[in-house]
Every structure is written in structure tokens, then in C-alpha cells.
């Protein structure tokens, strides 16, 4: 009995050398080996530790998103905003009042007005490279304003590009099937998409967008672009 104690005591010593002996080549050596499992290791925390425990807090299965294209900017680029054409310098950022004079219109048509939509979330928009942390909302609790990311009725758009994040511009009920539908646009845009973003169901709802992180998506967007490169995509 005591021989096989102190069998397993040595057992447990050299488990426990070995995992010291790991831990040290882990996070203290500069071999090409070291960096590997580094970047496994915080592959395997981030997307199976990190970030179910997040979704699991913000109560749904996309926390975080980037914004990779330009469609929520207020900024002139091409000298282009709205569909109108703009002579002024190229990729400028407008303030509020002069993105207003021209992307205004469309929205006094729907009846949000100018107070309206200074009162929404992120009324100066949101640039290419911001991350948005997302949280799972009741779609019956969604206002016009707010921030949605939704799979677009384009499901085509989705398999390709994934999520859309735009503004919601209208909200109903539909008596027949109790749901609630939605109309979101691109504040860049100088229109709702038809078939695309017109008559989003709740079922497509993934999230509304709560915090807003400058630059950070700049990293998925390097990230992807890299990926695509080595694939030839």
C-alpha cells in the first residue's frame, strides 16, 4: 500500500514538472513552435470559451460585430452621400446638421423628424472598423432608431456577407401571424433596399447594437482580407 503511494505521488510530481516544464515553453519561449500553440490557445479561448460566455450575458449568438462597409457612415465619399453628388473633399465626416441637409428628406417622408433622429442611438453613425457589442432584445421591445443587425431577406446576402447592421425607420405587427416586422435603411443610403430590408421578420432579428468600439473592427477586416488572400477567395 505504501509503495503504491508513492508511485502515484511521483506520478502526480511528474504530471505536475511536465505541466510547469509546458507552461514555461508556452508563454516564456520565442520558438516559431511557441507562437503556434500560442495563437491555438487563444483561437480555442476566444471562440469557445470568450465568446459563448459573452453571448450567454448579452442573450444572443453574435456579441460582437464589425462594420465593414459604408453604408451607416456620415461621410462624403466619392463625393457621394445619399446619392447625391457632392462637391466637397473626398471622404470628408460631416456633422450632424450638414449630413442632415442631405439625407433629411427621406426621413421627413416617414415621419421621423430632424429632434427625432438626434434623439436615436449613434444619430452621428457608425464608420467602417467600428465594433458593435450586440445584445439580444425582444423584437416587441425594438424601437425605430435603434441599431439592428438581422439576416436580410436577400438570404443569398447573408451566406455570402453575413448580417446586416442599419437603422431601424419602421416597426408593425402583422395581425395574421402575430409577429413583428421591420424596415431598416443605411444612414449612407438614400433609400430602403426592397426585398432586402423592407419587411424583416422577427425571426430574422439577431440583436440591437448597444456599445460602440472605434477601430477595433479594423482587426476582423485585416484578419479577413488575410484569410481571403491565403485562399485565393
Not at 216 to 233: A, D, E, N, P, R
Amino acid at each position: 500500500m505504501k509503495h503504491s503511494f508513492i508511485f502515484l505521488m511521483n506520478k502526480k510530481k511528474g504530471f505536475l514538472d511536465y505541466l510547469k516544464r509546458f507552461w514555461k515553453y508556452l508563454w516564456h519561449d520565442d520558438s516559431l513552435g511557441s507562437y503556434v500553440l500560442n495563437f491555438i490557445f487563444a483561437f480555442i479561448f476566444i471562440k469557445y470559451l470568450f465568446f459563448p460566455t459573452i453571448g450567454f450575458l448579452l442573450n444572443n449568438d453574435y456579441p460582437m460585430v464589425a462594420i465593414v462597409s459604408g453604408s451607416m457612415e456620415h461621410k462624403i465619399v466619392n463625393h457621394n452621400v445619399c446619392d447625391k453628388n457632392v462637391v466637397d473633399t473626398q471622404n470628408k465626416n460631416l456633422n450632424f446638421d450638414e449630413w442632415w441637409s442631405l439625407c433629411g428628406t427621406y426621413y421627413e417622408k416617414i415621419n421621423i423628424t430632424k429632434a427625432d433622429f438626434k434623439d436615436f442611438d449613434y444619430s452621428g453613425g457608425l464608420n467602417i472598423g467600428d465594433m458593435m457589442v450586440l445584445y439580444g432584445k425582444d423584437p416587441k421591445n425594438i424601437e425605430v432608431g435603434e441599431i439592428l443587425v438581422f439576416i436580410p431577406q436577400d438570404r443569398n446576402f447573408f451566406v455570402q456577407k453575413g448580417p446586416v447592421i442599419h437603422r431601424v425607420v419602421d416597426k408593425w405587427e402583422n395581425e395574421n401571424d402575430g409577429k413583428f416586422y421591420f424596415a431598416t435603411k443605411g444612414d449612407h443610403n438614400s433609400e430602403i433596399f426592397k426585398d432586402f430590408e423592407n419587411n424583416i421578420s422577427s425571426d430574422n432579428v439577431i440583436a440591437v447594437g448597444v456599445v460602440r468600439i472605434p477601430y477595433m473592427g479594423y482587426v476582423k477586416i485585416m484578419f479577413t482580407k488575410l484569410v481571403s488572400y491565403v485562399t485565393g477567395g
